[in-house]
């Protein structure tokens, strides 16, 4: 390389290949910096790092080089721009997966407590009344969420009628049924029979 015939090209190229790697780690930094950062929100992404199982050392709030290392690959792995620095859209993912999981936490802390209540007025309550009832209350919760979404006239429209019927009588007839395993079955063993769902619908997939 530093005798051949192309060498005087070969060392601009590699010194253009380092100014402009340089020129990107000057515009990563000071998007890192500008959103200021403090201490505490810093050693917040290191652990949200860490609980991902990219390894970014210690939850400091210092970014060593391992927290870059675990920056990228976090970036890599959400086709962003991988720099090892944070920026608006890597916080922004960042923040949207802690998110979900917080969602899905909170989504089966409600509906395990919407089980042990059913599991409670069992013996007291129909179990069509608390299907209907089950239902009917989730009617204004969909409208609400169809009108914050602008989509209130195309929600409420189908182009197969009888398909929703269909979809509704089996969905009610599970429910019932659902409803009633758990006045005579233990809760746990209704939710350990639940995890055999995705079995089911492979079966059927077939």
């Known amino acids: 390389f530093p005798e051949g015939a192309f060498a005087e090209a070969a060392e601009q190229r ?48 210092n970014f060593s080089e391992e927290t ?20 608006e859209e890597t916080v922004v993912r960042m923040l949207s997966d802690a998110a979900g999981s917080v969602f899905k936490l909170s989504s089966v802390t409600l509906l395990v407590g919407m089980l042990a209540l059913i599991k409670a007025s069992a013996g007291e309550v129909p179990t069509g009344e608390i ?28 182009v197969d009628p009888w398909g929703h019927l269909w979809r509704g009588l089996v969905g009610s007839a599970a429910m019932a049924l659902n409803f009633m395993a758990l006045g005579l079955l233990p809760l746990p063993e209704v939710t350990a029979i639940s995890y055999a769902t995705p079995i089911v619908v492979v079966i059927f997939a077939a």
């Open 131 to 158: 299907v209907f009832f089950r239902s009917f209350f989730a009617m204004p919760v969909i409208i609400v969420w169809l009108i914050s979404r602008k989509e209130l006239s195309t929600g409420l429209k189908t």
């Open 14 to 61: 590699i010194n253009d290949l380092e100014a402009a790697d340089s020129d990107e780690t000057r515009v990563a930094q000071a998007e890192e910096e500008a959103l200021n950062l403090n201490r505490i929100t810093r050693t917040l992404i290191e652990r949200r790092l860490g609980q991902l199982g990219l390894e970014p050392g210690n939850a400091d709030g």
């Open 68 to 87: 870059r290392r675990a920056i990228r690959r976090f970036q890599s792995a959400r086709e962003i721009q991988v720099t090892g620095y944070m920026n």
